[in-house]
């Protein structure tokens, strides 16, 4: 290493700035800053030397600093250090931070966390794959022999003086910072709140940490449990929105055979799913398909006794996910041989339906594909609550019973991504259609009943022309 004073102005034009490094430090405080700046203003200079990546000149250590000096045209001192690749500089940034004293506790569990993450993806398993290659179903996440990841959790909680349970806590806690991080929610947002607010963050349909983050961005002094319970209430804005777009307008005229309407890229289909003139109007590719089969959920006439007839989907979603209701789970299983791949659960917090036991106060969700994975990094749970306006017997949800629109934002928020095309193959009156809508994807509707088809065209028309606009 090889150390040198120069002004600031002959050592700025030489040291590159890397945005991804700069980005990897834990933010100051506005105080902590000043303080700083006060600090190196009084000695004429910052006395502790910057690093600099000797083959690179990029900047490693000392952003702060260097922003302060180049600020007020001060002299700082540098410390040229190799090093082998962009890894070890990173580890070289998280062990000088994790020596700072008075660092934030949760600042230090994210770099820990961090760590421990980064140095089991180097270590390759038999198959020459690391050990968060995608799996599913029952395989854990972890691949290489316990022994192994042992071996990392015990190395780094003896470094640290922790224990191996509190390594793995913060590699989890570490993940839910970085997903918020992705999503546009700042790390610091993420610190200033408690580990248990930022891992139920993470876990929000990312429709959700999309407002979360806006949010964020609108009111910067908006704390992150805040801006959740904001976010929150905009989920129920959109869901309440979508049960009053229902208008007093003429049916559709259904010219064509199957019937059809297009409407701001969305296509409502008339006819059996499992007609092939209906099979013939879908893409050869499609990322999700829904399914709310009628399966004896309510005494309608139209609610009887399903037969399951549509695996044809399995061949061109890349996901389907069916809702048999609980008590038709069996039933349904038997009759489907598409690849099963997991199941998703979502309580409601006030249901009252019936079930074996007295209440069945939860929805199930089977999820098959035949791609090897569907890793998301997400839980496979939800909670929400039925409010007056989505129960059938208001009929907000339409002629025949549909999931709540808040169930239907987070499980397409998990299995489809934006601009994703989606299939409903029991359209009913098409709040699938309206909820894909505001989560910025293409759905394809389709419904055999003539009358509910006509109730689904004008409950989309309208609540596109409405300008499907929610506020908070």
């Known amino acids: 290493m090889t150390g040198q004073v120069l002004p600031s102005q002959d050592l700025a034009s030489k040291i590159i ?15 902590s800053f000043q303080e700083l700046e006060q600090s190196i203003i009084r000695y004429g200079g910052a006395d502790d030397p910057l690093v600099v990546w000797d083959e690179t000149d990029i900047l490693v250590d000392g952003h702060h600093r260097y922003d302060v000096c180049l600020k007020h045209g001060l002299p700082f001192k540098i410390i040229r250090k190799s090093f082998a690749s962009r890894e070890a500089v990173e580890r070289f940034i998280d062990s000088r931070q994790l020596g700072r004293r008075n660092l934030n506790e949760n600042v230090k569990s994210y770099l820990i966390g961090k760590r421990y993450r980064e140095e089991r993806k180097e270590i390759p398993n038999q198959d020459g794959k690391n050990q968060h290659s995608e799996v599913m179903g029952n395989e854990k996440p972890d691949t290489l022999p316990t022994t192994k990841l042992e071996r990392t959790s015990a190395k780094i909680a003896a470094e ?14 570490a993940a839910a910072v970085d997903t918020l991080a992705e999503q546009g929610i700042s790390k610091n947002a993420a610190f200033e709140s408690s580990r248990a607010t930022v891992k139920k963050a993470a876990n929000l349909p990312e429709e959700q940490r999309r407002i979360v983050a806006d949010l964020l961005h609108q009111e910067p002094k908006t704390k992150l449990n805040r801006a959740m319970s904001k976010a929150r209430k905009v989920m129920e804005t959109l869901a309440a929105h979508i049960a009053d777009t229902t208008a007093d307008l003429p049916n559709e005229p259904l010219t064509e055979e199957p019937p059809v309407v297009e409407i701001d890229g969305h296509l409502l289909l008339c006819g059996d799913n499992t007609d092939q003139a209906i099979r ?3 893409p050869a590719e499609v990322a999700l398909a829904f399914c709310d089969p009628p399966y ?7 609610d009887g006794q399903h037969v399951w007839q549509q695996d044809y989907l399995a061949e061109i979603a890349a996901v389907v996910a069916v809702t048999p209701g609980i008590s038709a789970i069996q039933d349904f299983m038997r009759q489907t041989a598409m690849p099963y791949k997991w199941s998703t659960a979502c309580f409601i917090k006030n249901g009252m339906a019936r079930g074996a036991l007295g209440f069945g106060n939860w929805m199930y969700t089977a999820v098959f594909s035949a791609k090897p994975s569907i890793h998301r990094n997400r839980q496979d749970v939800e909670e929400i609550v039925i ?7 208001d009929h907000s949800l339409g002629a025949k019973r549909q999931k709540p629109p808040e169930y239907l934002a ?11 095309v989606i299939i409903d193959a029991f359209a009913g009156s098409g709040t699938s259609v309206i909820v894909a809508h ?3 994807m293409r759905c394809i509707a389709i419904e055999k009943d003539k009358d509910t088809y006509q109730a689904m065209v004008r409950r989309v028309r309208m609540f596109v022309a409405n300008g499907n606009q929610v506020s908070n």
């Not at 987070?410 to 994703?420: E, P, Q, S, T, Y």
């Open 17 to 31: 700035i890397d945005q991804a490094f700069r980005e990897r430090l834990s933010p100051l405080e506005p105080f």
């Open 410 to 420: 987070w499980l397409f928020g998990l299995l489809a991504n934006r601009g994703d």
């Open 296 to 302: 004896n959920s309510t005494d309608e006439t139209w």
């Open 160 to 173: 640290e003086g922790m224990s191996e349970k509190t390594v793995r806590n913060a590699a989890n806690y």
């Open 438 to 440: 505001q989560l910025g």
């Open 280 to 282: 013939a109007r879908l």
């Open 387 to 393: 409010r007056n306006r989505d129960k059938h017997e």
